[in-house]
């Protein structure tokens, strides 16, 4: 992810956020809690989850400063004195808003963090945290002169359910802010990220990368593929060779990237038009130069799958040289493809 150092915990509080469809209720605490003897435990767990490089800001249907969330978190940066008061009230939206079915009752965890280090920028933080599935542990302990054992559940250390980062950076547009949700993975049932913190996506080096990557794809699949002039074998060649424009450099350029990977005149033409739909309709602007970013590059690579599908018999993998795979169709009109190797492994 983002490199990333977390400061010295602060503060932290719980809070008990029930389901409000099943009128679960809340349970504010007033009193904040002591994390001396797990502060170690609570760091690893948000090491070990907080693993992306996407990175989001705070967005609202009035204006940034109408976010609830970020109303609340602002207040806590500007006098840490309201930090009991401030998570009361995060609580309370977090339970206006948990009326999904789907959304279980939980632990909500209000930290403050000081000295925080990202992109080697040094600020404090407040994480969001919600324990919503427990793990059972067995517990030994001495009795007599023998040990008793029993269950207990409890938060799982490893893995964390929900959970956001908000940094005090940026924040007239709206702060940085990382997010983890590893529940409720319906559309229907994203809380956490659409009706609770309300955000959107930061538009860095990730996000760019991540949109161009993302039209290449749409292009390939909506676009080429009902031209029947272009076979399955130069859409997955395009496929490949826009992944490698992205690993052999470090800035994108719109113009030389057309080029080097469309090629044709016909192509080029079709992509620019087929890029000026789609940020219409998806209500984006992509750049035509940026940073290129590695982690993106990565993550979206394994989502171009340089695959022909054949019936239901084979697959062929193309990871380069389209030249090697010939096309064709025999006297008795079966269609084949010859491939060409020289080293068998």
């Known amino acids: 992810m983002q490199d990333m150092l977390l400061g010295k915990m602060n503060n932290m509080i719980i809070h008990f956020v ?3 469809n099943n009128g679960d209720g809340v349970r504010f605490s007033y009193v904040q809690s002591n994390f001396e003897r797990i502060e170690e435990y609570f760091k690893r767990l948000i090491y070990s989850n907080f693993k992306s490089d996407e990175l989001f800001r705070f967005d609202f249907s009035q204006s940034v400063e109408s976010n609830p969330i970020h109303q609340c978190t602002s207040i806590i940066f500007n006098d840490i004195n309201s930090f009991v008061e401030q998570s009361q009230n995060l609580t309370r939206f977090l339970y206006d808003n948990s009326i999904h079915p789907k959304i279980k009752s939980g ?4 930290v403050y963090f000081k000295d925080c280090v990202i992109d080697d920028t040094t600020t404090d933080a407040i994480g969001l945290f919600k324990s919503e599935n427990k793990e ?65 996506p930061r538009k860095d080096e990730y996000y760019n990368t991540q ?35 992205f690993k052999k450099n470090e800035n994108f350029d719109m113009e030389d990237f057309a080029k080097v990977v469309m090629r044709k005149p016909e192509v080029i033409e079709s992509f620019n038009q087929y890029k000026s739909d789609y940020e219409s309709a998806k209500e984006l602007s992509i750049m035509e130069n940026f940073a290129i970013s590695e982690s993106a590059v990565k993550k979206q690579a394994r989502a171009l799958k340089s695959v022909i599908k054949l019936d239901k018999n084979f697959h062929i993998y193309v990871h380069g040289d389209k030249d090697m795979i010939e096309q064709g169709t025999d006297e008795d009109g079966r269609k084949y493809y010859k491939i060409y190797y020289s080293i068998e492994s």
């Not at 632990?107 to 209000?110: K, Q, S, T, W």
């Not at 990557?213 to 272009?230: A, G, H, P, R």
């Open 136 to 200: 059972t542990i067995l517990k030994v302990y001495p009795k007599g002169e023998g040990f008793e054992i029993e269950s207990e559940k409890g938060m799982n250390i490893n893995k964390l359910d929900k959970g956001c980062l908000i940094f005090n950076i940026e924040t007239g547009n709206g702060s940085v802010i990382s997010i983890v949700d590893n529940t409720n993975k319906s559309i229907e049932a994203q809380y956490w990220k659409d009706d609770f913190l309300h955000v959107k």
């Open 107 to 110: 632990e909500f965890y209000i």
């Open 211 to 245: 949109n161009v990557l993302s039209l290449c794809k749409n292009f390939v699949i909506e676009e080429l593929s009902q031209q029947t002039n272009v076979s399955k074998a130069d859409q997955v060649d395009l496929l490949n060779k826009s992944v490698e424009y």
């Open 18 to 20: 029930g389901n409000k």
